[in-house]
Antibody, heavy 114, light 113 residues
């Protein structure tokens, strides 16, 4: 069974940083692209970033370019999202997803507020 | 970026009746490899999204056959043949043909009338 477990969310002040983690199990992690997708409270889904199997390619939505960094550690079957210069509009549930959104984790909540 | 437009945004349905959600893209979703990367997701209240349909019309494992997807080019539809109580939630289409970015529709909230 595919499992994706996110962690690292919390309350942070504007301008602050957080690092989200997602640990995978139930599939061969290094065979798949991995993504982060977010959902602001009461709103729809927004793809944030993704990373190729070997980490050689990464892509971002324009609104987070230069502030967020996606990375992965295939030995640890983990994908990360380093979020810097956080803004109130980054407040959302952040989901980790496998293979172009085929499977999803339960999410971790990020709240940016003073 | 490809804009995905869903309608309706709210869908009240009587139990046992059919339901239909439309999704239109601002550009053709036919990829140069011949595939059309259009997915449908269900998000029940308080839960993570779950993919229902991929490549326009292919049901994911475990998805009831009352769900079906159709369409081509820029015009797509998700149909539920007979709505059940467990179908309550939001439904999203998403294109994966012209990425980055992947783009989602605004979502359609299905409720029982």
């Amino acid at each position: 069974e595919v499992q994706l477990v996110e962690s690292g969310g919390g309350l942070v002040q504007p301008g602050g940083s957080l690092r989200l983690s997602c640990v995978a199990s139930g599939f061969t992690f290094n065979n798949y692209w991995m993504s982060w997708v977010r959902q602001a409270p009461g709103k729809g889904l927004e793809w944030v970033a993704n990373i190729k199997q070997d980490g050689s390619e990464t892509y971002y939505v324009d609104s987070v370019k230069g502030r967020f960094t996606i990375s992965r550690d295939n030995a640890r079957k983990s994908v990360y999202l380093q979020m810097d210069s956080l803004r109130s509009e980054d407040t959302a549930m952040y989901f980790c997803a496998r293979d172009h959104m085929r499977d999803w984790g339960q999410g971790t909540l990020v709240t940016v507020s003073s | 970026d490809v804009v995905m437009t869903q309608s309706p945004l709210s869908l009240p349905v009587t139990l046992g009746q059919p339901a239909s959600i439309s999704c239109r893209s601002s550009q053709s979703l036919v990829h140069s490899d011949g595939n059309t990367y259009l997915n449908w997701f269900q998000q029940r209240p308080g839960q993570s999204p779950r993919r229902l349909i991929y490549l326009v019309s292919n049901r994911d494992s475990g998805v009831p056959d009352r769900f079906s997807g159709s369409g081509s080019g820029t015009d797509f539809t998700l149909k539920i043949s007979r709505v059940e109580a467990e179908d309550v939630g939001s439904y999203y289409c998403m294109q994966g043909t012209q990425w980055p970015p992947y783009t989602f529709g605004q979502g359609t909230r299905l409720e029982i009338k």
